[in-house]
């Protein structure tokens, strides 16, 4: 008996697309609200103020992160109220959904645009210290980071002889 698996994959793309549909439904979401809170009472004096000293300062160094200090009631709103930064999180980055990190990829790769001298790669790697995630997350990362910075996805794999 012959099998014509048509009516089979044409069902598992309409689903696929239905999910996928909801995951950009998602993105456009975080599209609309990133950072909104950045414009608020809560945040805005405090960033007012900082934003061009971090502009100044290299992500990660000493004085970056006495910024950060200084700006502790801002940002503690500001991760209380934005699933795309791990500290929203007890758990941190083990606890946000694939959403959440490409999301937070995003905003790390406008970050470093700020930054006269700001590198998504080097980011990638001093996150991986401050948020504790492994290599392969850090690969993955980087993989997009790549692409997201003008690299090809490759659509077929080239066949092995």
């Known amino acids: 008996m012959s ?8 069902e598992h793309m309409r689903l696929v697309s239905v999910i996928l549909s909801k995951v950009i439904c998602e993105l456009l979401h975080r ?24 502009k100044d300062s290299t992500y990660g160094s000493d004085e970056y992160k006495g910024f950060l200090k200084a700006m502790k009631p801002a940002l503690d709103h500001h ?3 934005n699933r795309h930064h791990p500290e929203f999180f007890d ?15 995003c ?3 406008a970050a470093t645009q700020r930054h006269d001298d700001g590198d998504l790669m080097k980011s990638i790697e ?27 996805l490759v659509y077929k794999r080239k066949v092995m002889p």
């Not at 758990?91 to 990190?101: E, F, H, R, S, W």
């Open 3 to 10: 099998n014509d698996s048509k009516t089979a994959t044409l």
């Open 31 to 54: 599209d609309e609200i990133h950072d909104a809170g950045k414009l608020q009472p809560e945040e805005k004096d405090i960033f007012d103020k900082f934003t061009p000293k971090l």
């Open 79 to 81: 991760y209380a109220t």
């Open 91 to 105: 758990g941190g980055i083990k606890d946000m959904n694939l959403v959440d990190l490409i999301e937070m990829l």
């Open 107 to 109: 905003d790390w790769l």
């Open 126 to 152: 001093i996150n991986q210290n401050r948020f504790g995630y492994g290599d392969e997350m850090k690969a993955v990362f980087e993989n997009t980071a790549r692409w997201l910075q003008g690299g090809e």
